[in-house]
Structures are given as C-alpha cells and as structure tokens.
C-alpha cells in the first residue's frame, strides 16, 4: 500500500475483508480482523514517513486466531496512549485495537516495524 495516503486505511480493509471472507471466517472475527487492519494502517500512514506499507494475514477457517500484521518504513515505538478526551479527534487507534485483539504487539526489525494482532476466530 502507498504511504502518505490515507486512502490506504480503506483499501487495508477491503483486502482484510475479501481474504477473511474466503477464508470463511466468523462475521464477528472477521469485522474485527478489517478493523484492525485499518487502523494499524492509519497509524502507519499518520506516524511514518514510510513510501510503502505491508500488509500481511494469516489464519483459516479451522484456526482458533487469525493474524493481522503493518509493516512501514517508521522507527517504531507505537503505545496504547491514556484514554482520549471525548474531544479529541485522534489518538483511539490502539485502544481500538487493544479492545478487539486477543494479543497485540510489535517489533523492529530489518524489513521496519511492524504492528501485529491476533483475533479470536473460534473455540
């Protein structure tokens, strides 16, 4: 996806949205799985200065969690911030995703940093 562009958060989540379909995913798991995406890809385009940005997924219909992960160009350091003010118009993006995943977390690595999110698909 293109960096700098927020149309990318969109288009993150339509991608998000037609895998996770074929993959046959609960509804539930899989609206969790877009929203996700797209705002790990918001903050990518808000907070790097990246000319590129990854997305990857993985999971199926028989696994217990489906991935999502954003990789940018950024030199990391993403944290959930204090609760927003009612407000303020940024700055819920990681508590969205804190609420929705089963486990989140992030590294850096030779490829960037990338932000990642486990959601629960099923017992």
């Given at each position: 996806m293109p960096g700098g562009e927020p149309a990318s958060a969109g288009a993150a989540r339509r991608f998000v949205r037609e895998v996770s379909g074929s993959w046959g995913l609960?509804?539930?798991?899989?609206e969790a799985l877009e929203a996700v995406a797209g705002e790990l890809v918001a903050n990518a385009v808000e907070h790097s200065d990246s000319r590129f940005i990854a997305v990857g997924l993985c999971g199926s219909?028989?696994?217990r969690v489906a991935g999502v992960r954003v990789t940018d160009e950024g030199p990391g350091g993403?944290?959930?911030?204090?609760?927003?003010?009612a407000e303020q118009e940024h700055g819920r993006g990681l508590l969205i995703v804190q609420a929705l995943a089963e486990r989140w977390g992030q590294r850096k690595g030779d490829d960037g940093h990338t932000v990642w999110a486990e959601i629960a698909v099923g017992p």
């Amino acid at each position: 996806m293109p960096g700098g562009e927020p149309a990318s958060a969109g288009a993150a989540r339509r991608f998000v949205r037609e895998v996770s379909g074929s993959w046959g995913l609960p509804v539930e798991a899989a609206e969790a799985l877009e929203a996700v995406a797209g705002e790990l890809v918001a903050n990518a385009v808000e907070h790097s200065d990246s000319r590129f940005i990854a997305v990857g997924l993985c999971g199926s219909r028989a696994a217990r969690v489906a991935g999502v992960r954003v990789t940018d160009e950024g030199p990391g350091g993403a944290s959930v911030p204090e609760k927003p003010s009612a407000e303020q118009e940024h700055g819920r993006g990681l508590l969205i995703v804190q609420a929705l995943a089963e486990r989140w977390g992030q590294r850096k690595g030779d490829d960037g940093h990338t932000v990642w999110a486990e959601i629960a698909v099923g017992p």
